[in-house]
């Protein structure tokens, strides 16, 4: 794989990212991520 | 009097610009983790911020239950999403790791997560022995994507409750940076918590410790060896925008930059290394600045006399 081809990787990997995260705010996967994130996380915090 | 004044005050500036550099990594890191960790009251009351930014990531291993995070950790969020009932992957999270990934690789760890702060801070207590590595280095440096793939992403898929639920698994029996951002002081500001303690907190109380004692005399040990995070940016870091180049023209291979490096990389060789924190020590070090990033530009001579430079990228 030549330089300008490798180049090319991130900008593709970073198109891809926004892709991912505009579904995941579709499938309301940042609700999951609210509820979870606004509750002490007995687990997190190693309590069980 | 005037002229001597005015070269006292441009010397003072000059020492002061070349103090900051030195520690601009430092202040990054500490003012990102001041910025991500700002919520005060919650240390105060023993609670934890309930705003709606905690729907969005930050790029570092930063708990959500620690009081005083305003965002959530990604390697949490992720495992927050795949154990719920409604999904089995997580596009909102492994977007935001490509993202960050794509654009900055294990940048992230050596300036912009709280848990690396804390251990560079460990590192720089005095000690009679540091090593560079722990003994089977090169076996336990895989680790960190045995438990990428097996806390994160297996357990908390594969083992679920009676209703299809899981449990994060690296959360709840890993992760050292929870205990002391979160369950520490949790615990103590809050009587209700303390009550609830057992032999689980007990258990992440000893990863704890032992990752405290061992940062003092190895260099990033979580990072190197245990944390998923790291595993998942070091993965960008050969392809991502922000990498190291070496000039290959300037470079006489003297290993100063794999003295300097904390983490031992022979940077010279392999600039992109996937245990690369971009901590920028290398670089500081090449007596021939022959290595630069993809933000800069070399200013070895070489470039003026040929006109371009031989990369290793």
Redesign the interface.
Known sequence: MNESQKKWIPIFLIVLGICFVVIGVWQQETADVFRKAVNICMECIGLG | MFSVRRSIFAWSVSVLVKKMKRHLRLMVQVCFTALTNGYAAGFAKG????G?T????VPGLN???CPG?LG?CPI??FQ??VT?R??IF??????????F???LGRFVCGWLCPFGLVQDLLHKIPFSKKWKKLPGDRVLRWLKYVVLMGFVVILPLVVVDIVGQG??WF??YI?PS??LF??IP??VSNPL?RS???W??A???LILVALVLLSVVVYRPFCRYLCPLGAVYSV?NP???YRYRVNEAACTQCKTCQTACPMDIPVYQTPNSAECIRCGKCKAACPHQAIVSTLEKSKTPCQEKCGGMSLK?
């Open positions: 609670t934890i911020y309930k709606s905690k729907m969005y990531c708990c959500y239950s995070a959530s949490g969020s927050a999403v719920s409604d999904h997580s596009f909102y999270v492994v977007g935001f790791l490509l993202l990934g794509a654009i449990q994060p959360c709840k992760c929870g205990t979160g369950g949790l615990i918590l609830a303690l057992s689980l907190f258990w992440k109380m960008f392809i991502a925008l990228k």
